[in-house]
């Protein structure tokens, strides 16, 4: 059914015709141009320029290559470092470039060692899915041809994408599955997983998790009751509780009540959470949750506590992501006992953990997007409409939750 025959039959029934062969095998399906939109950071001149730019499309250069028509690719928080790089550097100073959908700052000398020369471009976007529209020689990448499939390679904000069957986030999607179902397999699925298997591999019980009614959080609270794992959930609105309340959640604390510290107690000591996974990133929340660890283990276990140092059992809270922009502050009460505070990011969890585990993560993650993995979304974005104007910019920045974005590189679908 892979043969170049096959391939070939597929191509014409979708209206698609073979560009160029080489060596018996079928590399391009459909008319690719040699040059495409995509969104990128260029610094040009004194100047550091996003929004759409004209490039060169990429080629087949290896067997195992292919080139992906991009269909969706979401704006995720973590996304905001590169779409978000004008208003970090410049945003008193942005303005509309010269040319159709630009924006544009003085360049910052901060930059310098990203873009060390006039015409250096970044490409913009994490993740994304989209047909195989060309493919190496090798026969594992000819069979992917006319499949769709999601990767996470940094340009998903582009027409076409390209990537390599040795991409360790890449995935053939079920044939169920749509664009948009797609388009959100790795950032927020994986790291809901890396979250769990960190909790197993460290020897904890229960999950704490911060800016839980986020779509992330929503994922993380159907994969901990599907796997019988307690999770208490802070949110900073009554909206968040009531969201999280309706899909299962059984310990959700609002950080915005006067109540809140005594309300995460109680959550932290019924469910003996000693782990944290906090967005926030920022201000006392690190604190207030180590601080409920503490009590808690001293409270639930009073003949294993150092009369000086405090409980043995190790407590952690992991900082994965900057929400709050404020330092982040410990009082001298935490103490110097057995507790951490420290960084945690998906890719590197997974080259930590190796292939078996990451390659399961992917399957696992690509078999529950109609389910635990689904993603939601509000809002359309052509690539023009990134940079239309400074105001459309900056309205690309604010992440919402249920107004997730989603960028469709070759239009509607």
């Not at 990429?58 to 290559?65: A, I, L, M, Q, Y």
């Not at 410049?90 to 924006?103: L, R």
């Not at 208490?232 to 309706?246: F, H, S, T, Y």
Request: net charge negative; aromatic share 8%; proline share 5%.
């Amino acid at each position: 059914i892979n043969s170049p025959v096959a391939i070939l039959a597929q191509a014409l029934a979708q209206g698609e015709f073979v560009l160029r062969s080489r060596e018996g095998h079928i590399v391009e399906m459909t008319d690719i141009p040699a040059t495409m939109k995509a969104v990128v950071n260029k610094r040009q001149g004194d100047k550091l320029v996003y929004g759409v730019a004209e490039i060169p499309t990429p080629t087949v250069s290896d067997e195992k290559d292919l080139v992906i028509k991009v269909e969706a690719a979401p704006i995720n928080p973590s996304d905001l470092g590169s779409v978000g790089m004008l208003a970090r550097f410049g945003a008193d100073s942005i303005a509309a470039g010269e040319a159709a959908s630009t924006v544009t700052v003085p360049f910052p000398q901060a930059l310098a060692g990203m873009f060390k020369a006039d015409g250096d471009t970044k490409p913009v976007g994490n993740e994304g899915a989209g047909v195989v529209v060309a493919a190496g020689s090798a026969p594992e990448a000819q069979a992917l041809l006319g499949k769709r499939v999601a990767v996470a390679v940094g340009s998903s904000y582009a027409q076409y994408t390209k990537t390599s069957l040795n991409n360790p986030m890449f995935a053939v999607l079920p044939d169920d599955v749509s664009a948009l179902e797609g388009a959100s397999v790795f950032v927020n699925p994986l790291t809901v997983l890396g979250f769990i298997h960190t909790t197993k591999q460290e020897g904890h019980k229960a999950i704490v998790h911060t800016a839980a009614a986020s779509q992330l959080g929503r994922m993380l609270v159907k994969q901990c009751k599907e796997e019988g794992i307690p999770l208490v959930n802070i949110v900073r609105k009554e909206e968040g509780v009531e969201v999280l309340k309706a899909i299962g959640a059984e310990f959700v604390v609002n950080s915005s009540l006067p109540s809140f510290k005594e309300d995460l107690l109680a959550a932290v000591k019924a469910t003996g959470a000693t782990i944290a996974f906090d967005a926030t990133g920022g201000g006392t929340l690190a604190m207030d949750i180590l601080t409920a660890f503490d009590t808690s283990l001293r409270q639930l276990y009073p003949d294993q506590v150092h009369p000086a140092y405090g409980p043995a059992m190790v407590r952690t809270v992991y900082k994965y992501g900057g929400l709050d922009k404020r330092n982040s502050e410990f009082l001298p009460s935490v103490g110097v006992g057995n507790w951490s505070w420290a960084g945690w990011l998906m890719p590197f969890h997974f080259a930590k953990y190796g292939e078996e585990h990451r390659a399961a993560s992917i399957k696992q993650a690509a078999a529950g997007l109609k389910t635990i993995f689904s993603t939601s979304f509000g809002t359309n974005l052509s690539l023009e409409d990134l940079a239309k104007s400074p105001e459309e910019y900056l309205a690309t920045l604010q992440s919402q939750t249920d107004k997730k974005f989603v960028v469709l590189p070759n239009g509607a679908l």
